[in-house]
């Protein structure tokens, strides 16, 4: 059992021990003053409690929020002593579930403390400290510093209030933190809010390149919890999942089945109704759609998902007929239509340049480089912007796919590669069509 950090002085006996410094000082020389519950941290994946965040109750005769003792403390000057007192009695906790993580809050003024440098004079393997965002940080090399030595010696680091805004990102930016918590603003009302899903799907794919993981705060619906395991958030928290209480409590029945249900699904190629951003859940319609083809019509049929997942206006698939030297396209209404619209490729140089370099291609109407006859057929069309991606299988174009635009813009790099990995696939199911048509006996 770890050994409880108790400070020698008595505050109380301090001179101007009256008022908000008494009340403060009776807490720190009062051993029943101060208690600790802990809110379990549950995997997404699995909806078990792989951690636990240790959070400060107080029974003290005057009756004040956790948030309002600290403030009090800190403008008497009493802050890091209560900060130390309560990371000692979380530390000091028995028995915690092997491999477990212990999440306790500092604020930065307390972390420089000769107080919590003492509590923390200790190996810090599975220890989290998470920087408190009640204190603006004005010189950061100093306390990226003090986070190093505590990594170091096993501690890894959290950040809250991530989504919040400026302040929230820059803490981030400039700590680097291991664990980022989500600012609740961005967790509530997240199943039923498409821009609050996108912000987070983005710091989800953030924290994957940094090395971070996520963990979301002050989850409350059991919709929410399994919005946020859709998009792929790492570790969650809150009332729907179990309340701070005494150690060592477990995630509630409901909310393991939920995380369940959504790997489940995931597992099984389901798709829920969700706030989950397009990119992904489109990619996996497409998919689904192509993997399931069994005619060049069903094939065709992914032109709407495409063109969703690329931003398009519309999209048209085409392929290379090799003896008449041409792209056939198919119609923007989904259906295969080999004696459709045949476009020569002499007379579309920037086509055949596609078709035989494998490189995609922009065209803007009003670029004054673009082929004249390609800007020509775009301006007929009443489209602005094209671009033009192969469709390729074993290094060989077997068509072409056609994005348009009525706003001239450029395409984004994003957009670009989304299409590119759809022609993979396009190219892989459209050459094992070709071929099972060539195997059929004509009738």
């Not at 107080?58 to 890091?80: E, I, Q, T």
């Not at 919005?227 to 179990?242: K, R």
């Not at 398009?312 to 239509?337: F, L, M, T, Y």
Request: charged share 20%.
């Amino acid at each position: 059992m770890a050994t409880l950090h108790r400070l020698d002085t008595s505050y109380a006996a301090l001179p101007g021990a009256d008022g908000a410094w008494a009340e403060v000082a009776a807490v720190l020389d009062d051993p029943s003053a101060l208690a600790t519950v802990f809110q379990p941290i549950a995997s997404l994946a699995t909806g078990a409690a792989v951690g636990f965040e240790a959070l400060a109750r107080f029974r003290a005769s005057v009756n004040r929020d956790p948030a309002s003792w600290f403030d009090l403390a800190w403008k008497v000057g009493l802050g890091a002593a209560l900060e130390a007192r309560t990371a000692a009695l979380a530390l000091a906790a028995a028995d915690r579930p092997t491999g477990s993580f212990l999440t306790i809050n500092l604020s930065p003024s307390a972390l420089v403390s000769p107080e919590v440098e003492t509590v923390l004079a200790r190996p810090l393997a599975g220890l989290v400290i998470e920087i408190t965002e009640h204190e603006e940080v004005e010189d950061y090399t100093d306390l990226a510093g003090i986070l190093a030595m505590l990594r170091a010696r096993g501690a890894r680091i959290a950040v809250d209030d991530a989504g919040a805004g400026y302040s929230g990102l820059e803490r981030v930016m400039r700590l680097s933190p291991d664990l980022i918590k989500l600012d609740r603003g961005l967790v509530s009302g997240i199943d039923r809010d498409p821009a609050k899903a996108a912000l987070v799907h983005a710091l989800v794919g953030f924290a994957a390149q940094t090395g971070a993981v996520v963990c979301a705060e002050g989850i409350e619906t059991l919709e929410e919890l399994a919005a946020l395991a859709e998009l792929d958030v790492s570790l969650g928290q809150g009332w729907a999942l179990a309340r701070p209480a005494p150690p060592w409590a477990s995630i509630t029945g409901d909310a393991a089945l939920t995380c369940d249900d959504v790997l489940r699904e995931a597992l099984a190629g389901v798709s829920r109704p969700s706030a989950n951003p397009g990119g992904e859940r489109l990619f996996e319609r497409i998919s689904d759609k192509l993997s399931a083809a069994s005619s060049l019509d069903e094939v065709a049929a992914v032109v709407g998902p495409l063109a969703e997942a690329l931003h398009a206006d519309e999209v048209h698939i085409s392929v290379h007929d090799q003896r008449g030297d041409s792209v056939v396209a198919v119609s923007g209404s989904g259906r295969w239509e080999l004696d459709g619209q045949r476009y020569p490729l002499a007379q579309y140089p920037a086509t055949r340049h596609v078709m035989e370099t494998l490189c995609s291609l922009q065209i803007l109407l009003n670029d004054q480089y673009a082929d004249p006859d390609e800007a020509d057929l775009l301006e007929e069309l009443g489209f602005a912007s094209m671009l033009i991606v192969p469709i390729v299988f074993r290094n060989r174009a077997l068509g072409i796919v056609e994005a348009y635009s009525r706003a001239e813009r450029p395409w984004t790099r994003s957009e670009i590669m989304r299409a590119r990995l759809a022609c993979s696939h396009l190219g892989a199911t459209i050459f094992a069509l070709q071929v099972a048509e060539r195997a059929t006996p004509a009738a």
